[in-house]
């Protein structure tokens, strides 16, 4: 009994009489885990305020304070706690009155151990089942919360109709919840897809199989996107399916990057059995579609489903007991993990992109989120963790990052090649700029950022006719002022972008001229008022192109640079970006030398800057 469900229990009992109380308490201390033991009702009613017992057992009649004045305190503070009563109960009135306080039970006396042991149990079982729908019902708000924030979820009813939608769905389709629910999933139906795929996708589920695929659905606003989707019903305690979930993740932007490339290379749970039924089928939902680990309070894996293994490589007797520090790069951000560890200790969900190292050394990019599991006190108990392999979308988008790159630097050059400047010049422009923005404070990926951006400082000028651009001599004002457009032209052909590099390429081509006097073009920006990637390419371009040949002028020589740039301090430059120039004007210097003109690439240069 005591491994069973009242071995486990804390019980108070209550008896004035010595001898029946040593007697009673020898039977009871080999069958309950803990037992508390009281002479009267005031002690018992002062054991039960500083221990909290599971179950009281007490005599009804007693000095100081007697047993049903004891209950009725009790009851008033803990109406749940069961409470049974050891007497005869002859008194009509005393029957009366516990009936009244709401005891739970009786044992007459004498005791008989048979009849304590059943009624004790039964109370115990009652405990055991309450308490045990109260974990269930914990830990099945966990998984669906699992479920929630870590994909795009509907369900609906056995004939199809929406009956919920979370958050992000409703955020993806455009749709919220009140116009979705009631509704069947053709309201979101994109007419390219075909009816036999969901024809198929509903003979599959009835049969109680689970179905899988990527879905092509249509928001309200008419915009597309695509879902990796898997469909499964939901069984009741009797085996029957009476709703259906569907578990989703966005990969539009993959599906669109593929399209590019394609073209550029041609109810509510009340019963435990309901509530065991409904987390066995969560659960199930749950690890179809995401790699999982669970951990303990100190990190170290308990439990790793098969996708997880087969994603990284390890078989899991490999995992068990190891801590997810197994997968960590080495050039992994601390910062992030620091965050993370963080996060989930005040009981909160992360959720990240995170870079994991399998077991044979490749990496792989994982959409992560760590759910803390929480028991009845709120105290966390693990951690669960659901994966998605978001590997294939981070490749491409490097991959179309590193081609933005090469557009960005290709058509700087071009523009620079229509005024006869070199390649190189470009290429000096954007290591200068770098330098710069690291050292005026300037994160990495930000000084990357405008390092790839400066090239289209001078993209405007495709606009400018050759006639002006390569002019030998001094332009006319009316000549000037069109190549003063060039600054405009540039934004103009970039601002459209929403892509990062494009974006502060723009923002690059029209304000590089303007000056922190307010005296420059095209806007007589002036101070801080200019963007920060216009302050400091302003100052790489000026002192690469006065070290260059142009069809209007030779090149200067160093000292008579370095001089105009400090006369200009607080005129044409910032003068904190002067300032931080000729602190580190040997790192300019080494780019310069690095990326010197060729005689065989010297030409006339640029027309007038």
Known sequence: MRQTVWGNLTMLYVEDEEETREELSTYLELRVGKLLV????????????????????????????????MSRAIKAMSPDTPIILCTALGDRHQLGEAINIGIDGYVPKPVDPDRLAKTVLKEAQRLYDRDTVTKQSRLLEHYRTVVDVSALVTKTDARGIITYANEPFCTISGYTKEELIGKSHSIVRHPQMKSAVFKEIWETIQTGKVWRGIVK????????????????????????????????????????????????????????????TAIREYEKAININSAISRTDGEG????????????????????????????????????????LWKTIQ?????????KYVRKDGTWCYLDTAVIPILDTAGEIVEFMSLCHDVSEIVHLNKEIEATQREVVFTMGSIGESRS???????????????????????????????????????????????????KPGQLTHEEFDIMKT????????????????????????????????????????????????????AIADVFDALGSDRVYKKAWELDKILGLIREESGRHFDPVLVSIFFDHLEEFLAVREQYRDTIEAKEPECGNN
Request: with cysteine; charged share 30%; glycine share 8%.
């Open 38 to 69: 009281a002479a009267n009702g005031a002690e018992g009613l002062e054991l039960f305020e500083k221990e909290r017992p599971d179950l009281i057992l007490t005599d009804v009649t007693m000095p100081v304070m007697d047993g049903l004045a």
């Open 486 to 537: 060039h600054a405009d032209l540039g934004y103009e052909m970039l601002k459209h972008s929403e892509r990062p590099i494009l974006k502060a390429a723009a923002t690059v081509a029209r304000e590089h001229h303007e000056k922190w006097d307010g005296s420059g073009y095209p806007n007589k920006k002036s101070g801080e008022d200019i963007h920060i990637y216009g302050r400091i390419t």
């Open 346 to 354: 005040e009981k909160q969900i992360w959720q990240g992109s995170l």
């Open 300 to 339: 170290k894996m308990t439990y790793v489903n098969t996708m997880f293994c087969d994603l990284l490589g390890y078989a899991s007797s490999e995992l068990i007991g190891k801590t997810h520090r197994i997968f960590r790069p080495l050039d992994g951000d601390e910062a992030v993990y620091d965050t």
């Open 420 to 470: 006869k400047e070199t390649g190189n010049h470009v290429k000096r422009v954007a290591e200068y700029s770098r330098i710069l923005a690291l050292h005026y404070g300037l994160d990495e990926a930000e000084a990357e950022l405008l390092k790839q951006a400066s090239p289209m400082h001078d993209i405007g000028k495709v606009g400018i006719p050759d006639a002006i651009l390569n």
């Open 217 to 276: 659905d249509r928001a309200k606003s008419g915009e597309t996107f695509y879902l990796d989707t898997t469909i499964l019903g939901l069984r009741d305690e009797e085996g029957e399916i009476r709703e259906y979930i569907a578990i989703r993740y966005d990969v539009t932007e993959l599906k669109m990057y593929r399209e590019v490339l394609e073209q550029q290379l041609d109810r509510s749970y009340t019963t435990l059995n309901e509530k065991v």
